[in-house]
């Protein structure tokens, strides 16, 4: 079974640039998560989706943030502008339901903001 | 509000026992898991237990929970330097499944 996919694995850009981010969840996964997880600290819970729905987003500073899960399937988050604070590693995770005793990570997508 | 915290370091010898310790806050956590990660890589689901049980072991791997004293723990026999990583504690909420973490404990095995 193959895991969750993430792109790219590293991007270096400059403050008030834009990035973005890929996530391809496990095939069947209804709920996916992204986690920023800052260095030197646990992962913290952006936003989560079930199928195309927006189950939770109160962590995500959606003045510079946003996400989508158009289809259900496949997500990408942005950042713009990208400030300085934004380096970070980006987790994505999927499991089946909401109700899933566990969550299964990416590989995660390191950002580093000049 | 939601917390969980743990000591950020550990070093111990090869072949010794490892205890890594965790405390959250809110007792409404229903399940509470150990992450593992190491340089460069994602997390890797070690294990996890269910809020009713007191104890879980899985092979090298016990965890124990006091609910009462709300402290989690993870006992690693016989310490391998493979086993040098970043652990994490997370607690899973009701409220959609969301994981809060602490801040991970860094362990260091010497050979």
């Known amino acids: 079974e193959a895991g969750v996919a993430q792109s790219p694995r590293y991007k270096i850009i400059e403050k008030r640039q834009s990035v973005a981010f890929w996530c391809n969840p496990i095939?069947?996964?209804?709920?996916l998560y992204w986690y920023q997880q800052i260095l030197g600290q646990g992962p913290k819970l952006l936003i989560q989706?079930?199928?195309?729905?927006?189950?939770?987003d109160s962590q995500l500073p959606k003045d510079r943030f946003s996400a989508e899960r158009l289809k259900g399937v496949d997500s990408t988050l942005k950042i713009q502008p990208a400030k300085l604070e934004d380096s970070a590693v980006y987790l994505c995770a999927s499991s089946l339901s909401t109700r899933s005793e566990t969550q299964y990570f990416g590989p995660g997508t390191r950002l580093l903001v000049l | 509000g939601e917390d969980v915290e743990q000591s950020l370091f550990l070093s111990v010898r090869e072949g010794d026992s490892s205890v890594i310790n965790c405390t959250y806050t809110d007792s409404s956590s229903t399940y509470l898991y150990w992450y593992k990660q190491e340089p460069g890589a994602g997390l890797q689901l070690l294990t996890y237990i269910f809020s009713n049980m007191d104890m879980k072991q899985d092979q090298r791997l016990t965890v124990l929970l006091n609910k009462k004293d709300k402290h989690l723990s993870l006992r690693i026999a016989d310490t391998q330097t493979g086993d040098s990583a970043i652990y994490f504690c997370a607690g899973r909420y009701n409220q959609g499944g969301k994981l809060i973490f602490g801040q991970g404990t860094e362990l260091s095995v010497k050979p």
């Open positions: 989706f079930q199928n195309n729905g927006v189950v939770d």
């Open positions: 095939s069947g996964h209804a709920t």
